[in-house]
């Protein structure tokens, strides 16, 4: 079993570096790394900036054992002998959306802390986080159960909101995904939910999974017609971001079930993803069930 104090570290950590990955952004706004990454996108020079950063805080913890990115084919071994395989495991998102950087747009990173080895279901999570790179950066934290948000200023992580629920009444979507690739239970969905709620969609998941955790409502990346099991990752976008808005009191699913209780196959799984007010995901899934 992990030695629970290290995941503190873990939080702290990724607040301490989050100034060093914004810092780095202006001069690699527009750089492509030339490679891909094992989910067969493009990566930026950002993406590896942010992971290598990542890699060396987050691996240099004591009581962390493994690392794994979205940037990596494998999990890396990091425990420095003494560990041994009892510890942390992270799996991080270094800079989630970055391809919102070239039109400088809201982006993140999300990180899931699981005892190792990597894959880890949902309902394993010990903690769970998103920084959001916006106007301001910000880190909301799921942990033990509750959801807290703080303001990042100079590596310093400040409380500002503690207890963080999504309002009782729901006010924005955001459904990712091009409409004529949605399948026709979520399109007749979609069309719904359109005449409800406010179209708000960045692009990045963070920035419009904390506009459905501000303002109420529900933010999708759906399974696709040319893509059955959806663009996003189980462990390092799906599972973290179900584990903060389920513990805020919204909910989550993969079309089926909650997103804390999918399978874990493989590191790289890609996951139909609906987040948010509950009434909202719950309508989704009978209206998959259809
Ligand atoms: P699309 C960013 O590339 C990302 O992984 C998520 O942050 C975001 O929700 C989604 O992909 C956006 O995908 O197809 O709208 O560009």
Redesign the pocket.
């Known amino acids: 079993m992990a030695d629970y104090e290290a995941v503190d570290d873990v939080i702290e950590t990724v607040a301490a570096v989050a100034p060093d990955v914004r810092a780095g952004l202006p001069g690699r706004r527009l750089t492509e790394a030339g490679v891909e990454n094992p989910s067969g996108?493009t990566v930026t020079a950002a993406d590896v900036h942010a992971d290598e950063l990542f890699f060396e805080a987050l691996g240099a913890i004591d009581g962390v054992v493994e690392f794994a990115s979205?940037e990596r084919e494998a999990a890396v071994d990091v425990a420095d002998g003494t560990a041994g395989e009892d510890g942390l495991a992270v799996a991080i998102?270094p800079l989630?959306?970055?391809?919102?950087l070239a039109s400088n747009n809201a982006?993140?990173t999300i990180v899931g802390v699981a005892d190792a080895p990597l894959p880890a279901a949902g309902t394993d999570l010990v903690a769970a986080a998103y920084v959001l790179y916006g106007p301001i950066t910000t880190m909301t934290v799921a942990r033990e159960g509750t959801v807290t948000t703080y303001v990042i200023d100079g590596g310093e992580m400040t409380a500002v909101e503690e207890d963080v629920e999504l309002p009782d009444e729901p006010v924005v979507y955001?459904f990712?995904?091009?409409v004529p690739d949605w399948p026709d239970a979520f399109h007749d969905y979609a069309r719904e939910v359109e005449s409800e709620l406010k179209l708000r969609?960045g692009?990045?998941?963070?920035?419009?999974?904390n506009q459905v955790l501000s303002y109420g409502g529900i933010?999708a990346?759906p399974a696709l017609d040319s893509a059955p099991n959806g663009?996003?990752?189980l462990q390092f976008?799906g599972a973290p971001i179900a584990k903060i808005i389920e513990a805020a009191g919204g909910a989550s699913s993969d079309g089926e079930r909650s997103l804390l209780s999918v399978e874990p196959t493989d590191l790289h799984q890609r996951v139909p993803?609906h987040v948010g007010t509950a009434e909202y995901v719950e309508r989704l899934e009978a209206a998959l069930a259809d």
């Open positions: 996108e979205e998102d989630d959306g970055s391809s919102n982006m993140g955001g990712g995904g091009r969609y692009g990045a998941m963070v920035g419009d999974v933010f990346y663009k996003l990752r976008e993803v």
